[in-house]
DNA sequence: TTCCCGGCGAGACGTCTCGTCTCGTACGCT
DNA sequence: AGCGTACGAGACGAGACGTCTCGCCGGGAA
């Protein structure tokens, strides 16, 4: 069971050239921007960043995988920059309905921005047809952001705004996935007031019964 | 502003070979479904289905193109021999819950069948990185079906059972963008009880006001 | 310090698919 | 009957793929 993968000999992670590393992610997140996901070619990554494609194809299986491990790098970077580990839990101020709007409000902006939204479409669509990827996508970016939405609808919970026996899970998708059908699906104009609805629309089916 | 596109001299479509198009049509949806859709070649098609590589050139800008004409081909055909029209129309019981339980049920259904999740996860991705391709797939497979939602919903207004102020279009949304969320992006199973459940916390939300 | 192992940059290599093009053929209007 | 155009077939160059083979270099072991 614990045997190494007769596909192919594993290489030394211990000897691996952190420089080529930092190369590697900043040459693919300046050719996505610069040049689209699509045109960018593991060959260009390789190029842009002095480096030889053995090295790309050594410890990565795909464009994918490069971009989603660049991306999560640069995340974690800017993270690291704000100081604490808990930036980007979402606020409670004691009013649920305005730290949804507020949370929901922000990410609106970021799908209308295509400095955020181009690279991530491309991920979210590699990692719908790719599982392999989808579920690194989904562990490493995805779940950790719901994980937020969950803490503070419990939190509500506690406060008595919200059905102790409603799902935190279920009442999340409620708000996430809504956002996510318009946004990836193009059916309609993302706006603040598109959000605000959603929160009020949800909040009403989470209120405490009678 | 109404001259041909000076890009290529548009074929005529009058003399176009429907024998063609439907080897084309049927070549597609069989390479996709025996070695799935990152292997199928647009040379792949052509030979299966005995076709110059042109032909399909001449009248399909990309692969999912192609296969987004065969998949509404297929869908058209099996709709058509299903007789009327309205074939897919929600059900209307006077139990609304019972009646959207019954349809959701049955795309979570869908959702689990490889027959129908590769092909559409394909399309879905597809759509998703390219705007025009997107547009179609939205215009010509989604958005009709998202009018089933609305009319039953509409219905359910007047009978009374939903609360009149409320818009069916976000009321849809909020049925369908977490079933989808939950099957592009893989993160927990999807069953008939998920959708029981989240038709029973939606629909407490469109209430009728006390 | 010396030695040596393995990742490194570089790029050649064969393969594959792309999208364009050019044949000669065959089909359907007029 | 003749004419035009889509058709089947496939050659073609471009470009990216993924593998490979070079020396080179750097760091842990002797």
Known sequence: MSEPRPTKAAPDASRRSERSRRAIFDA????????????????????RAGVGKQTIYRWWPSKAAVLLDAFLDLAARANEALGGDARSEIPDTGDLAA???YVLRATVDEMNDPAFDAPTRALAAEGIVDPELGARFTEALLEPQLGYYVRRIQAAQAAGDVDPDADPRLALELLV?????????????????????LVDLVLRGLAPRA
């Open 28 to 47: 693919a997140l300046a050719l996505v921007s610069e040049t689209g996901y699509a045109k960018t070619t593991i060959e260009g990554i390789a190029a």
């Open 99 to 101: 730290d949804l709007k």
């Open 177 to 197: 996935g809504p956002l996510h059908h318009r946004w990836l699906h193009r059916t309609l104009p993302l706006t603040h007031a598109y959000a605000d609805d």
